[in-house]
């Protein structure tokens, strides 16, 4: 009898995609909610594609049936964050910038229906140590798991990052889902759970959240999009070591989100309730509504135009305080020519609270102007300069009134790949 290593492959991997289905199918239809209470695209590597194929003689070897079967791609990964300081005063020179460099895997299986990604990630200057004393504080890892069959979809993630990470540093991260479309509906579950101190010392607080989440949503072309989410997470904030905790709570949230989307403009109406419920003794339960409206309009591909009013309401049971904040924004993005551009935003907040303890007043702004020269002979990307205003002002009205007000400007100048 002749072994054909093709055939026990694949049934290894069908087995192995009937488990995750499985696994997600428990996650979409057993209820969730008991658990919550408790970018050098240069690959290294060229891609192997691999399919499936029938019909495999005996003199084949091993790597073309693996080859049949499976795809990989590696390729390299760097990330710089977006950090936008309340003020230009304390913009840090791009040369100064925190960067981390990294390695992704990509791979699929069963002709693309189940697919994993992992990347693995340091600090840029920071060389890693694989043995036994690896600077886990510097590192960020991650691994993503994607599959489906006929409606039915699912997914496992997990990642966690150490505390001198630039990018959600000291955090973890574990979920697992499942999702079901039929027609215009699409029915995702979820659970997972985040915490903090994931070097796990005993000296320090873990905020570690457990989380349920059931989601609806109606989608059908030319039409407005309706989703409605509830979530149900628990909350402990305590010592490994033990002890009272100094958090414990659970929150019911229910949302609702309605989005209409057209070629030219884009209107967006959310909604959500929180009612939490403190478990310790002498702490306070309260209820906060939030309210949004978010319009943006864009003409032409040069000129964008985006505007956003929203509402918060906190209420406190135990004293029966209520803290209003209503608030505004409005921003604006223009491409005058090939080399000019200009950028503007400015937003306004009220913080109010009905025994007059709190009555805060912000409004803050900012404007850009960037001129991009021809390209120069000794550069092959053009230098720009850019012009950076901004102003704030945060007045306080209650027992003791204080305005404090900051302007501040920046001018920048960008030569690169000299």
């Excluded at 694989?130 to 994607?146: A, E």
Aim: hydrophobic share 40%.
């Amino acid at each position: 009898m002749t072994l054909r290593f093709g055939e026990l492959f694949r049934r290894a991997i069908s087995t192995t995609n009937t488990w995750v289905i499985s696994l997600g199918l428990c996650t979409l239809f057993i209820i969730p909610f008991s658990w919550a209470e408790e970018d050098l695209q240069a690959p290294l590597l060229e891609r192997i594609h691999l399919s499936d194929v029938s019909g495999v003689t005996p003199s084949q070897t091993a790597l073309p049936l693996l080859r049949q079967s499976m795809m990989l791609s590696l390729q390299p990964t760097f990330f710089t964050p977006l950090v936008t300081p309340g003020r230009l005063k304390d913009v840090v020179p791009d040369s100064a910038a925190l960067r981390s460099k990294g390695l992704s895997a990509s791979s699929a299986w069963l002709d693309g229906k189940l697919k994993a990604d992992s990347e693995v990630a340091f600090l840029d200057s920071t060389q890693p140590s694989w043995g036994p004393q690896q600077d886990s504080g510097r590192r960020m890892w991650r691994l993503t798991v994607n599959g489906m069959e006929g409606a039915f979809r699912y997914g496992a993630s997990y990642r966690t990052a150490g505390k001198a990470y630039i990018n959600a540093p000291n955090q973890s991260l574990r979920e697992v889902w499942g999702e079901y479309v039929f027609g215009v509906a699409r029915l995702r579950s979820s659970v997972g759970q985040t915490w903090n101190n994931v070097a796990g010392d005993p000296a320090l607080l873990r905020l570690t959240q457990t989380y349920g989440r059931l989601g609806l949503a109606l989608t059908r072309p030319q039409w407005p999009e309706l989703t409605l989410t509830y979530t149900r997470a628990s909350m402990v904030n305590a010592l490994l070591s033990g002890g009272t905790p100094s958090q414990d709570a659970a929150t019911d949230t229910v949302a609702a989100m309605l989005a209409y989307t057209r070629p030219l403009w884009q209107l967006q109406l959310a909604s959500s309730y929180l009612m939490s419920d403190n478990r310790l003794a002498g702490a306070r339960n309260t209820t906060g509504l939030l309210e949004s409206f978010t319009a943006s309009y864009r003409p032409w591909n040069t000129f964008s135009v985006t505007s956003s009013i929203g509402y918060r309401g906190d209420f406190d049971q135990w004293s029966g305080a209520h803290l209003q904040t209503p608030s505004g924004s409005l921003s604006l993005n223009y491409r005058a020519s090939q080399h000019c551009y200009i950028s503007a935003l400015g937003g306004y907040s009220i913080t109010h609270s009905n025994d007059g303890t709190t009555d805060v007043e912000s409004v803050n702004s900012r404007a850009l102007l960037a001129w991009t020269f021809p390209t120069m002979a000794f550069t092959g990307t053009p230098p720009t300069v850019a012009i950076e205003a901004s102003y704030t002002l945060t007045a306080a009205h209650a027992a003791a009134p204080t305005d404090l007000q900051d302007v501040s400007g920046l001018v920048r100048l960008v030569i690169e790949e000299f």
